[in-house]
């Protein structure tokens, strides 16, 4: 994708719609790497600019997160990636060092998404050898506990890792789908510059509500300085139970996010499916409906 092309002061003005003295005086005022010595990386620009020319990918990336445990992430990330893939090649990449979707479906594997990082100047291996099949149009990225030791940023190009090993098969995928940790930091910083959306699941209870704030403020953050792409696509109600839910939870969750219309009710063959090793759809189509239905309002909301 040419990221690691270094532009000149006129290049990179023309690229990201500016004329000289705006880009230049906008320039030194962010103190942008590289523009004393006129060799500005193309991926410099993305991190402090809009770029006019943006480079058109196939897929799209959405990175399911919320730093809180417990919500459902897997769950949602699984499933999704499941309802997406019937009408587009999808790719579900286990960005989290626990490995939960990985392990419900593999047991052994070779390489990890670890090894495609480079992270440390550790030789890469492709991302496209170490992906798995899942089902018809669904692969898996698989992750592995040694991803736990990525919490260190060593050189400015370790926020981008994940962005950089995702870049070859972008345009092999409609849709991309990262499960996130439970955490902030680098590991999920990477995500949120690799991803185009934000998708946040949220468990209907009080405390659930609680680091929202977090999460937004570091979202908020990628977008300014890393990411101006990221869009937030909003916050679905997971494990909903009707009555049960706390009448006020969708009004404190929209001071942070918007909220999806789709509710992804509590049902029991979810996690038994999972117990299985099973997709969904092998399992319980009726509840699988519920993923269908936020595929067809995620969908909408990108554009597709």
């Known amino acids: 994708m040419g990221n690691n092309k270094e532009l000149s002061r006129e290049e990179s003005?023309?690229?990201?719609?500016?004329?000289?003295?705006?880009?230049?005086?906008?320039?030194?005022?962010?103190?942008?790497?590289?523009?004393?010595?006129?060799?500005?990386?193309?991926?410099?620009?993305?991190?402090?600019?809009t770029l006019s020319v943006d480079e058109e990918f196939d897929s799209h990336v959405i990175a399911i997160s919320n730093q809180k445990g417990g919500e459902g992430k897997t769950t949602v990330s699984i499933c999704l990636g499941e309802a997406l893939s019937r009408s587009g090649k999808t790719l579900l990449i286990d960005w989290d060092p626990q490995a939960n979707a990985t392990?419900?479906?593999?047991?052994?594997?070779?390489?990890?998404?670890?090894?495609?990082?480079?992270?440390?100047?550790?030789?890469?291996?492709?991302?496209?050898?170490?992906?798995?099949?899942?089902?018809?149009?669904?692969?898996?990225?698989?992750?592995?506990?040694?991803?736990?030791?990525?919490?260190?940023?060593?050189?400015?190009?370790?926020?981008e890792l994940l962005k950089e090993a995702l870049l070859p098969?972008?345009?092999?995928?409609?849709?991309?789908?990262?499960?996130?940790?439970?955490?902030?930091?680098?590991?999920?910083?990477?995500?949120?510059?690799?991803?185009?959306?934000?998708?946040?699941?949220?468990?209907?209870?009080?405390?659930?509500?609680?680091?929202?704030?977090?999460?937004?403020?570091?979202?908020?953050?990628?977008?300014?300085?890393?990411?101006?792409?990221?869009?937030?696509?909003?916050?679905?109600?997971?494990?909903?139970?009707?009555?049960?839910?706390?009448?006020?939870?969708a009004t404190s969750i929209k001071k942070y996010f918007p909220v999806f219309k789709t509710l992804l009710y509590r049902r029991e063959s979810i996690p038994q499916s999972q117990a299985k090793m099973s997709l969904l759809s092998h399992y319980d189509s009726q509840a699988l409906q519920y993923f269908l239905d936020l595929a067809e309002e995620v969908k909408g909301k990108l554009d597709v």
Do not use: W
């Open 13 to 49: 003005a023309e690229i990201v719609g500016m004329d000289q003295d705006s880009f230049d005086a906008r320039a030194l005022e962010l103190k942008l790497p590289g523009f004393k010595t006129n060799k500005i990386k193309k991926s410099t620009l993305e991190k402090y600019f």
């Open 169 to 249: 098969i972008r345009s092999k995928y409609k849709y991309i789908i990262i499960d996130c940790p439970p955490s902030l930091g680098l590991i999920l910083e990477n995500a949120l510059i690799a991803a185009d959306f934000v998708l946040v699941p949220i468990q209907t209870r009080a405390f659930s509500v609680q680091g929202l704030k977090d999460l937004h403020e570091t979202i908020e953050k990628i977008r300014k300085k890393a990411n101006p792409r990221l869009k937030l696509l909003g916050a679905v109600l997971n494990q909903y139970e009707g009555q049960k839910a706390l009448s006020g939870l």
């Open 103 to 159: 392990n419900l479906f593999h047991k052994d594997i070779k390489f990890s998404v670890m090894d495609s990082l480079g992270y440390r100047g550790k030789k890469s291996v492709s991302l496209e050898r170490i992906i798995l099949p899942l089902d018809k149009n669904y692969d898996l990225a698989p992750s592995a506990l040694d991803l736990a030791n990525f919490t260190t940023a060593y050189e400015r190009d370790d926020f």
